[in-house]
T-cell receptor, first 114, second 113 residues
Framework: SAVISQKPSRDICQRGTSLTIQCQVDSQVTMMFWYRQQPGQSLTLIATANQGSEATYESGFVIDKFPISRPNLTFSTLTVSNMSPEDSSIYLC???????????FGPGTRLTVL | GNSVTQMEGPVTLSEEAFLTINCTYT??????LFWYVQYPGEGLQLLLKATKADDKGSNKGFEATYRKETTSFHLEKGSVQVSDSAVYFCALSDRQGAQKLVFGQGTRLTINP
């Protein structure tokens, strides 16, 4: 497995502002992913964070709203831009080492937008 | 596209009862299958996995068998405890390209003493 940390663990933000969430892994990993879990719902993949290139976004998610950085093999950030109350969710990062075919999740960031 | 369907919850059982949470999937090819658990206020933890047909994943007394013929991966435990109260997610990975995980809707399990 991998030790994954996320910052912040929770935040309360005003609509129209942006929040950047950090994901740090204790070792180098090939694949990093960002998911959203809306209240009482399952997880939905936002994008795959690719090291050295642009993230790959899923249908319904766009880079202008959820810009992602992946500067190296142990770190990634997700920004939730121009937030509205509908963005209130738990945001989770996950990692998958090359060949492991198993994703391990960070503790999540609980975001509330007022 | 790929999809996962879980039995609807919530599920409430008494301690030491037998647990089954049904999970079926639709996928092209041969996905890997997973059960994740989310305890109250926490992130997701991998509970068990199976990567090919007839494989049985097991952990903490939970078991699930990869059934290709019925496209199922039902979660079972012979005797549940109060500490098993959590939300359980079935998921598949397509093992192609980016190996994205597709999740079921989750099943909330409550165990009463």
């Amino acid at each position: 497995s991998a030790v994954i940390s996320q910052k912040p663990s929770r935040d309360i933000c005003q609509r129209g502002t942006s929040l950047t969430i950090q994901c740090q892994v204790d070792s180098q990993v090939t694949m990093m992913f960002w998911y959203r879990q809306q209240p009482g719902q399952s997880l939905t993949l936002i994008a795959t964070a690719n090291q050295g290139s642009e993230a790959t976004y899923e249908s319904g998610f766009v880079i202008d709203k959820f810009p992602i950085s992946r500067p190296n093999l142990t770190f990634s950030t997700l920004t939730v831009s121009n937030m509205s109350p509908e963005d209130s969710s738990i945001y989770l990062c996950s990692v998958d080492r090359a060949g492991a075919d198993t994703q391990y999740f960070g503790p999540g960031t609980r975001l509330t937008v007022l | 596209g790929n999809s996962v369907t879980q039995m609807e919850g919530p599920v409430t059982l008494s301690e030491e009862a037998f647990l089954t949470i049904n999970c079926t999937y639709t996928a092209t090819g041969y996905p890997s299958l997973f059960w994740y658990v989310q305890y109250p206020g926490e992130g997701l933890q991998l509970l068990l996995k199976a990567t090919k047909a007839d494989d049985k994943g097991s952990n903490k007394g939970f078991e699930a068998t990869y059934r290709k013929e019925t496209t199922s991966f039902h979660l079972e435990k012979g005797s549940v405890q109060v500490s098993d109260s959590a939300v359980y997610f079935c998921a598949l990975s397509d093992r192609q390209g980016a190996q994205k995980l597709v999740f079921g809707q989750g099943t909330r399990l409550t165990i009463n003493p």
